[in-house]
């Protein structure tokens, strides 16, 4: 069964709508009676802890509800920009002049330099980091987090493919080789390097770096690189402007799920543990 694009599109901003529900779901769900979510579990005690730990002004709470700000910013952000390209508007006007410029500008140091940075972004090294995390967690015992990390890789890998299938927008005609054959938005590299550096960052950030500094430091290299690769793929011509920007987005609306989720099993788990 052939879809129009039109329906494609709206598959694939049904799927990112059907993450963000559940992300405010489960903000809702907490938010509205935490106490007597706990109560159906665990004792008194624990329904008291629970209570303080969930409240409104407690940190999972506010970290939830910074997680749907950032889910609904990535979704009508994407569906903005999926609109966009369905519609042949102007933003795929400005696709292709900044193609032809970016083109023009090319040089043969500039193309060695934004495909090596381009290559941290691709299948090959988002294997390598998903694999040495999954080996390093196990190795720590720390499952819980394994399963997160696991679930933002092999998760973001699936959306992507399915998001490409579901608009299916042909590569940048300036394109030779064989990925004129993959579809183009939203970029895999944007989207993946988003995921995986961005998981990464925070899993230093929150388990293992508490010097401020350090923290700052690890979180403004990780944008610096997402942001490198993204312009890489513009560089060599084999993403528009646009599935850049859709990939980020994406990214981020199943970066904040991921985070957001890990962070309700980590809390739980700890809620678990308390004794009178």
């Known amino acids: 069964m052939n879809l129009s694009l039109d329906a494609r599109a709206g598959l694939a901003l049904a799927l990112l709508a059907v993450l963000t529900v559940g992300l405010l779901l489960a903000w809702r769900w907490f938010e509205r009676d935490p106490g007597a979510v706990v109560q ?4 008194g005690w624990l329904r ?4 303080a730990r969930f409240a409104r002004g407690g940190y999972l709470g506010l970290h939830l509800t910074i997680g749907l700000l950032v889910s609904l910013a990535g ?3 994407f569906a903005s920009v999926t609109e966009d390209v369905v519609e042949h508007e102007r933003l795929t006007q400005f696709d292709v002049t900044l193609l032809h410029w970016m083109q023009a500008h090319a040089t043969p140091l500039g193309r060695a330099v934004f495909s090596w940075i381009s290559d941290s972004g691709s299948f090959p090294a988002m294997a390598g980091l998903a694999l040495a995390g999954c080996v390093l967690l196990a190795a720590r015992r720390r499952w819980i987090v394994l399963t997160g990390w696991a679930a933002a890789f092999g998760g973001g890998g699936l959306l992507d493919g399915l ?6 927008r042909p590569r940048p005609p300036t394109l030779a080789g064989s990925l004129m054959h993959s579809w183009s938005f939203p970029s895999g590299h944007a989207m993946g390097s ?6 990464l960052a925070y ?4 388990l293992w770096v508490h010097r401020r500094g350090a923290q700052v430091a690890i979180l403004a290299g990780a944008a610096v690189l997402i942001v490198a690769i993204g312009i890489s793929r513009l560089y060599l011509g ?4 646009s599935d850049v920007v859709g990939g980020y987005a994406a990214g981020a609306l199943w970066l904040s799920t991921c985070v957001s989720g890990l962070e309700v099993a980590r809390r739980w788990k700890d809620v678990k543990r308390v004794r009178p």
Not at 48 to 51: D, G, I, K, S, V
Not at 194 to 199: A, D, S
């Open 40 to 43: 159906r579990v665990e004792a």
């Open 194 to 199: 988003l995921v995986g550096y961005g998981m």
């Open 163 to 168: 998001l490409k299938l579901a608009i299916r």
């Open 48 to 51: 008291r802890f629970a209570a």
């Open 238 to 241: 084999v993403h528009y402007f």
């Open 75 to 77: 979704l009508a952000l």
């Open 203 to 206: 899993l230093l950030v929150t």
